[in-house]
């Protein structure tokens, strides 16, 4: 189908590659220009009260949210405002987009950056690239090389602002509220300590104090042992009570709010280690089943690395957990002692001073606790102090955007879209071809003339044919009418009778021509030819015979001159003639079946044979007529020009003429693209022999079917 029709393909394929060209050379140029920045979380680039280890543990803590929230920031509406107004761009782009050149809205200007803005994060990285498209449809190129690369700059300039800003921000209202407990927690302990001093003096305890009028330790003579187990009560106390809340924590955890809480209770580098590989693990095994599938070799391996390490990770939570409970016993158990020796000595002292220091005991230790949360609580404020100041760099630019060069646009992408174009041509070329092909119902090969039609074809003309003569001796084309004469004569419909119709369906398929060409080729046998051109109405017999159609058929019809006197000689010696001869406009139908038979009987026994050139059967009479009385009738069907419907009507009507139908010739068929086999194998069997083989056989064909006219009688074209 697509070598039947190469001109369309062809057609269509140049049409669309023009067309993308001429359509991408005539696009707008975009440039772009794009920054990288490394993005991490919150933390000071050095902390003076924490160790280098354990820093750079809590560092490494992935939190899998954080890249993907950072690149929805970037592209926020606070972010791109703060640009906007940095860059002036509501006057900038009031230049460019509005009619007036005034400024434009910050929506307008925000949906303006927005459209031209791309965003994109480089896999398993911290990076960030921020990319900026600008047009030259409504600006020059070099403010559209410009705009890119400023616009890009400022968004990441903007962006590590906001960051830390926001950090500072958030510093600032934590020192704030941690300034606040802190006097809170002061004028506790200045209450505790009046409250002693009024126990100390009701019950006329002796202490010796170290500095207790600022604050800094009260103690009583007597009650140094007993300060002493307090101390170590409290600090019992704490500590058991820090592992009991460790212990509950992960007790009350499961699974993975297990495995990522684990690290921040424990702070064990091992865990946090192993959870580290199991993540990377885990994300090797998805890349992995991405590209392999379930049961590829390297994915089975990865699925054991992962189970693997779940299965350290759990063992060692185990361990963690029992051995944060036995720590737990063991603080339990050493708190209990210190209580009981806290008892044990405050009995003593009762015993041994009744219960006077009682109540002032109580006191100071209240006045201890009180002390201790204060003194934490400074400790915590002077550290965040020193931290607010301490140099962060949340946001780095590691690759700044620079203008880009005047013929490096991105778009329009010249090779990619006139690769585009001819895959698209060639595409719509040959979905064409393939439409064409099924909407055409015309007959194109010989199978559908034998289903279809339901004839057989005994001859097939190729294209580009001229009257014999015309063409010479060598003609190419003379090979097809000897093929069809040979099965006009080896049929067995004809039956011995030698009179003959060629007719159509249609106008123009051809037939003429055919008539012409196949009179010349019976010619050539020696036989006798009279070629009769019974279209009246559309006469071209003359014209290929170069004589005059002053006389003809109409005449002998019209009982205007006789049948011989009809006839006349023609530049071959052995065809006659007998042109149509002018039909009177007011003269239609003039032809029946009792004059043509009169005159078919007085020439088929002065000839071999006799070719009439019949109108096409459909719509005029006279073809129907023509039929009905010759002893042959070939219909002549044009390749790929009628469709089939037509053709089989001329058949039936042929055939309830009362014809006799030999066949089909197929004409006008291009042999090369459409019925290869059959030029190959028939038509054109001496074209694969060499130039040489070719030339000599065809001198020995024109030997073999040359005829010596009569003497005297020259031959045009032999």
């Known amino acids: 189908m697509v070598k039947s029709r190469i001109e369309v393909v062809l057609a269509v394929f140049l049409f669309v590659v023009t067309a993308g060209v001429v359509i991408t050379l005539s696009l707008p140029k975009t440039y772009m220009a794009a920054t990288r920045i490394k993005v991490r979380q919150d933390t000071p680039n050095m902390s003076p009260f924490t160790a280098p280890s354990q820093q750079q543990q809590i560092m490494s803590v992935y939190d899998m949210y954080f890249l993907r929230t950072e690149f929805e920031v970037i592209q926020s509406r606070p972010i791109l405002y703060e640009v906007i107004r940095n860059l002036r761009l509501d006057e900038h782009f009031g230049r460019i987009y509005s009619d007036d050149g005034g400024k434009l809205s910050p929506a307008e200007c925000y949906k303006i950056l927005a459209d031209s803005m791309k965003v994109q994060q480089y896999r398993d990285t911290n990076l960030i690239e921020v990319r900026i498209y600008r047009s030259t449809r409504r600006s020059s190129k070099e403010v559209a090389r410009k705009d890119c ?134 994300t090797n095994l998805k890349r992995r089943q991405e590209m392999f599938g379930e049961r590829h070799p390297d994915v089975v391996g990865a699925q054991s690395v992962v189970e693997d390490l779940k299965k350290k990770i759990d063992d060692t939570l185990k361990g963690q957990i029992l051995g944060l409970r036995t720590s737990y016993e063991i603080a339990r158990k050493d708190f209990q002692a210190a209580e009981k020796d806290l008892e044990d000595a405050k009995k003593d002292d009762i015993n041994a001073r009744g219960e006077q220091y009682l109540p002032f005991a109580k006191a100071e230790g209240e006045v201890a606790r009180q002390r201790l949360m204060r003194d934490t609580l400074e400790t915590r404020l002077v550290q965040e102090n020193i931290g607010i100041d301490l140099p962060r760099t949340p946001v780095e630019v590691v690759d700044p955007a620079e203008v880009p060069g005047e013929n490096e646009p991105v778009n329009p992408k010249i090779l990619l879209n006139v690769i585009l174009s001819i895959i698209m041509g060639l595409g719509c070329g040959i979905g064409l071809v393939f439409f064409v092909e099924y909407v055409d119902t015309s007959v194109k090969t010989v199978e559908d003339i034998e289903k279809f039609i339901g004839s057989t074809i005994i001859g097939i003309i190729p294209q580009k044919v001229r009257p014999l003569p015309d063409e010479g001796t060598d003609s190419p084309h003379a090979e097809a009418y000897r093929v069809l004469r040979m099965n006009m004569e080896l049929s067995k419909k004809l039956g011995g009778g030698n009179t003959l119709c060629l007719t159509s369906g249609g106008a123009g398929e051809g037939k003429s021509l055919t008539l012409f060409n196949l009179a010349y080729i019976f010619s050539q046998t020696g036989k ?58 007011a003269a239609h139908g003039i032809l029946n079946a009792q ?124």
Do not use: W
């Open 149 to 282: 690369a400023l616009i890009a700059n400022e968004i990441a300039s903007v962006y590590r602002d906001s960051r830390m800003k926001q950090t500072r921000s958030e510093s600032e209202q934590g020192l704030a509220a941690l300034r606040e407990a802190y006097r809170a927690q002061q004028l506790k302990v200045e209450e505790a300590e009046k409250r002693l001093e009024g126990i100390r003096k009701d019950l006329k305890v002796s202490v010796f104090t170290t500095g207790y009028a600022g604050g800094a330790s009260v103690a009583s003579l007597d009650n140094a042992k007993l300060e002493r187990l307090e101390l170590n009560r409290i600090s019992s106390r704490k500590e058991m009570l820090d592992r009991e809340t460790r212990l509950k924590q992960l007790e009350n955890l499961k699974g993975n709010d297990l495995l990522f809480s684990s690290s921040y209770v424990i702070q064990d580098p091992t865990l946090t280690s192993l959870r580290q590989q199991l993540t990377e693990s885990e």
């Open 528 to 585: 006798k030819v009279l070629v009769i051109d019974s279209d009246m109405r559309r006469p071209t017999q003359h014209k290929m015979f170069k004589v005059s159609n002053r006389l003809g058929l109409a005449d002998v019809l019209l009982d205007r001159v006789s049948i011989d006197e009809a006839i006349m000689p023609s530049v071959v010696s052995t065809i006659d003639f007998m042109p149509s001869g002018k039909l009177p406009s």
């Open 595 to 718: 004059r043509l038979r009169q005159i078919i009987d007085h020439v088929k026994t002065k000839y071999d044979y006799v070719f009439f050139d019949s109108p096409p059967i459909m719509g005029v009479s006279d073809a129907g007529i023509l039929c009905s009385e010759v002893d042959g009738v070939l219909l002549v069907i044009q390749h790929r020009t009628y469709p089939r419907a037509v053709s089989g009507r001329a058949k039936t009507m042929i055939d309830n003429s009362g014809g006799n139908l030999l066949g089909v010739v197929l004409n006008n068929l291009n042999v090369s693209r459409d019925y290869y086999y059959y030029y190959s194998s028939s038509y054109n069997y001496s074209y694969g022999n060499s130039a040489k083989e070719r030339r000599q056989d065809r001198v020995e064909k024109a030997l073999a079917d040359k005829v010596v006219p009569p003497k005297g009688t020259q031959v045009k074209g032999a």
